[in-house]
T-cell receptor
Framework: NAGVTQTPKFQVLKTGQSMTLQCAQDMNHEYMSWYRQDPGMGLRLIHYSVGAGITDQGEVPNGYNVSRSTTEDFPLRLLSAAPSQTSVYFC???????????FGDGTRLSIL | EDQVTQSPEALRLQEGESSSLNCSYTVSGLRGLFWYRQDPGKGPEFLFTLYSAGEEKEKERLKATLTKKESFLHITAPKPEDSATYLCAVQVGSGGYQKVTFGTGTKLQVIP
């Protein structure tokens, strides 16, 4: 099993550009989440999904969109990149409410 | 507001020198406490889940314990390969998703 796969691993954008971070999991997990990790701060929840077609906002949703058309995929879209969105982004999935999360290896994003 | 505080921020140990990492939390309605290990350039990797005060879990040189206000990750006779950042996270609330709040981590370095 591949687990949670994130692409790309690295990306550099210019302010104002848009892009999509991809996340796919092959464990048939219903719950998926996007986090960002910044120095000195814990992982912060951006958006999450409890199943195909169902998404909701987390702690820091501004500037990001998500959709969940299939169980496997949960892409994160940056609408108009800003330097404050420079971060490491992690996608995670879990089987049920009380289960631990499985993380991908992250996308390191720099906005110039 | 739910808060998770980990201490120390960084810890340097000699190989074989046992120690403990602390995770204190202030939350309403704890549903579970998770410990993860994160290696540089990788996503967090699940170690343990603890659900109630008094519970303990062990894996190789690691032992996690839980009280009503804090959790400890005890490392017995650590080896250099135990070097990593250890993250604590708490899950609270009821309903469909049950968000998880992460601490900022303890960076452990084990010197041969």
């Amino acid at each position: 099993n591949a687990g949670v796969t994130q692409t790309p691993k690295f990306q550099v954008l210019k302010t104002g550009q848009s892009m999509t971070l991809q996340c796919a999991q092959d464990m048939n997990h219903e719950y998926m989440s996007w986090y960002r990790q910044d120095p000195g701060m814990g992982l912060r929840l951006i958006h999450y999904s409890v199943g195909a077609g169902i998404t909701d906002q987390g702690e820091v949703p501004n500037g990001y969109n998500v959709s969940r058309s299939t169980t496997e995929d949960f892409p994160l879209r940056l609408l108009s990149a800003a330097p404050s969105q420079t971060s490491v982004y992690f996608c995670a999935s879990r089987r049920g409410k009380h289960q631990p999360q499985h993380f991908g290896d992250g996308t390191r994003l720099s906005i110039l | 507001e739910d808060q998770v505080t980990q201490s120390p921020e960084a810890l340097r140990l000699q190989e074989g020198e046992s120690s403990s990492l602390n995770c204190s939390y202030t939350v309403s309605g704890l549903r579970g406490l998770f410990w993860y290990r994160q290696d540089p350039g990788k996503g967090p990797e699940f170690l343990f889940t603890l659900y109630s005060a008094g519970e303990e879990k062990e894996k190789e040189r690691l032992k996690a314990t839980l009280t009503k206000k804090e959790s400890f990750l005890h490392i017995t006779a650590p080896k250099p390969e135990d070097s990593a950042t250890y993250l604590c996270a708490v899950q609270v609330g009821s309903g469909g998703y049950q968000k998880v709040t992460f601490g900022t981590g303890t960076k452990l370095q084990v010197i041969p």
